[in-house]
């Protein structure tokens, strides 16, 4: 009995969909670990942080699509973190989930104020990737 040789994948197959990868920020553990699970489970690719100092120095715009922050954390805020994020990288997407939206909202690219679902969020991270090319 010979084994049949495997089928080759069709030359006129679309190539694999783009895994967007999130740099979520919140200081609030169970929010952080909720909402890191809640993405990971539509095929996110989540790195966490747990302040706005720690995000920036994880931060690659490279590596990182979108920015999800919460607002009011110790140290720096997310406003402060969306603001020196777009220095770095302009065309990096930010989506704020807070209870507490800033006043200056010019570096944050879409705010979903608390409370609400985290299908808003994924909403918010799909409708903002489909307004941007993907990286190369």
Do not use: Y
């Amino acid at each position: 009995m010979t084994k049949q040789p495997h089928a080759s994948h069709p030359a006129g197959k679309p190539p694999a969909a783009r895994v967007t990868t999130v740099l979520l920020v919140d200081d609030n553990d169970d929010t952080r670990i909720l909402t890191k699970w809640f993405l990971d489970n539509f095929g996110f690719v989540v790195d966490s942080a747990r302040s706005a100092q720690e995000a920036l120095a994880r931060f690659d715009p490279k590596t990182h699509d979108v920015i999800l922050t919460d607002n009011s954390m110790p140290g720096m805020t997310g406003q402060e973190l969306a603001h020196v994020a777009k220095l770095r990288s302009p065309s990096t997407g930010v989506v704020m989930f807070t209870g507490n939206p800033p006043i200056d909202q010019s570096c944050i690219d879409r705010v979903i104020a608390k409370p609400a679902s985290l299908l808003d969020v994924k909403e918010a991270i799909d409708s903002l990737m489909g307004e941007k090319p993907a990286k190369q």
